[in-house]
């Protein structure tokens, strides 16, 4: 049984992050999804705590999964847990551009490898950026996020306007 780091900023954790580390925990045996910070992206429609509360609801059922918040860089968090490699999922051919350029960086930085795991084809769509515009106008997002985080995430977003 290998570790893994799945890095992310899931915000919020979707349908389609539940597949990247179903199947990551079946490949590897070991996940730790490390919840972190974005700074291309805004500060975030979530805070931290809440966003590792609903990973943590999401991938309960999953053995083998643990979900830490981690500041910094993925690769800094990859060692820290002693993972065999980085995990992404790829939806498109234009997530493998970004991911692909970004773990030649983490490796030539680190030494640290990513491993890329193609998500169910029914996910392809799913993105965090429209789940929080949805959920932020009074949508309907159960289908595309756990049934266990959708009340606290539609409260939460629709607060915010």
Known sequence: M???????????FHVGHLDVVEQAATLFGSVVVAVMHNPDKPSGALPME???????????????VSVEAFPGLAVDAARAVKALCIVKGLRTPADFEVE???AHTNFAVSGVRTVYVPCTPAFSFVSS??????????????????????HDLTSALNRRK
């Not at 290998?2 to 919020?12: A, M, N, Q, R």
């Not at 809440?50 to 083998?64: D, E, L, N, T």
């Not at 515009?133 to 595309?144: E, F, K, L």
């Open 129 to 150: 950026r429209y789940i929080r515009d949805i959920a932020a106008n009074g949508g309907d997002v159960s289908s595309m996020v756990h049934p266990s985080i959708v």
């Open 100 to 102: 692909q350029q970004m």
């Open 50 to 64: 809440q966003r590792v509360a609903m990973v943590k609801s999401s991938v309960a059922h999953v053995k083998g």
């Open 2 to 12: 290998s570790t893994v780091l799945y890095p992310g900023s899931f915000d919020p």
